[in-house]
């Protein structure tokens, strides 16, 4: 009993710590998982689900998705993200179906980087205090 006690206390002393370490993101900043429970997906209305949010430097954007196809393009450049030319805007792809992008501050643009998807609507913006 007592050593089940302790354990749990060491535990949590070694939680503390590395808390700390990692300045412990929960504190830092809150994580949104894109589209809630659509995901990343064409079924998802990201305008909607953007709507009431502010992102601030810190948060961590969710990208969750099965379909290779949907992979994630980080855009900077607002003109080549209308015209959807990811090809030459991504400055960043994610490819792992459950990815986590921590926001900085700025505007920021994201859309699955194989085509149609963004042609037909699939697209993120995102202002980031
Ligand atoms: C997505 O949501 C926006 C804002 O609520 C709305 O204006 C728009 O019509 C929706 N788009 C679709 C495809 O449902």
Known sequence: MA????????????????CLLLQCEEVDGREYIVGD???W?????LTQWTEGKKFKAGDVLVFKYKDPDLIVAAVLD???FEKCN??????NLYTSGNDHVVLKKGTIYF???????????MKLTVHVE
């Not at 997906?41 to 209305?45: E, L, V, Y």
């Not at 859309?111 to 609507?121: F, I, K, L, R, V």
């Open 78 to 80: 607002n003109y080549l």
């Open 111 to 121: 859309a699955p980087y194989q085509s149609p998807y963004c042609e037909n609507g």
């Open 41 to 45: 997906s064409p079924d998802a209305n």
């Open 37 to 39: 429970d659509k995901r």
């Open 86 to 91: 990811l090809y030459l805007g991504a400055m």
């Open 3 to 18: 050593s089940g006690t302790k354990k749990v206390f060491v535990i949590g002393i070694g939680l503390f710590f590395s």
